[in-house]
């Protein structure tokens, strides 16, 4: 079982629509979560920290549940300009530091 | 200012031929980390230094692969007798400082392809 399980997609959905990603995790011990944004052919880049209260960023919101070890995003009034793969990512501590483990990956694309 | 930088950008090897690729972090950036990233996959972390101290490699997936970071900034990979299944992007990201929560900067990666 990988650590981080994301659904590849591709979402295909219309421009203005409501989308929602989700994210589970396996190692307990994990000690913070993100989501990271990355378009074709180009470095991933952090979207947004995921906290359990959840976080607001824009049209974007976050929600952490440790006890289901589960990671969500939602994308409201899609854009265009949202198509990109969607990493959901946890640090870990490790002997000698912190990693981070990505999932797969979900694929988005937004159509007019 | 300067993000992460790469290079090469494209590296084209021969099967069996060594390759060394490039990072240079983020001016003053203590910690750095290099990651694979096979085609439709996430990046897979590779290796990680604090300054020169490499503190994790349980990443490297042989012996061909080494990374080293001599000076605490500019960074090497270097991959010996490679093979096709070492196709892949190679990424390369630094933080300021420890990594327990830093957001980690990635350079643009090095697409390197062994015929």
């Known amino acids: 079982r990988k650590e981080v399980e994301q659904d590849p997609g591709p979402f295909n959905v219309p421009e203005g629509a409501t989308v929602a990603f989700n994210c589970t995790y396996s190692n307990s011990a994990s000690q913070s979560f993100f989501w990271y944004r990355q378009d074709c052919r180009k470095e991933p880049k952090l979207l947004m920290s995921?906290?359990?209260s959840g976080n607001e960023d824009g049209r974007f919101t976050a929600q952490l549940n440790r006890a289901s070890q589960y990671i969500s995003l939602l994308i409201r009034d899609s854009k265009l300009s949202d198509s990109a793969t969607y990493l959901c990512v946890v640090n870990m501590r490790t002997g000698g530091g912190n990693k981070l483990t990505f999932g797969t990956g979900t694929q988005l694309k937004v159509e007019l | 200012g300067a993000g992460v930088s790469q290079s090469p950008r494209y590296k084209v090897a021969k099967r069996g031929q060594d390759v060394a690729l490039r990072c240079d972090p983020i001016?003053?950036?203590?910690?750095l980390f290099w990651y694979q990233q096979a085609l439709g996959q996430g990046p897979e972390f590779l290796t990680y230094f604090q300054n020169e101290a490499q503190l994790d490699k349980s990443g490297l997936p042989s012996d061909r692969f080494f990374a080293e970071r001599p000076e605490g900034s500019v960074s090497t990979l270097k991959i010996q007798r490679t093979q096709q299944e070492d196709s892949a992007v190679y990424l390369c990201a630094s933080t300021p400082g420890h990594p327990s929560t830093d957001t980690q900067y990635f350079g643009p990666g090095t697409r390197l392809t062994v015929l």
């Open positions: 001016s003053g950036h203590v910690s």
């Open positions: 995921v906290y359990s």
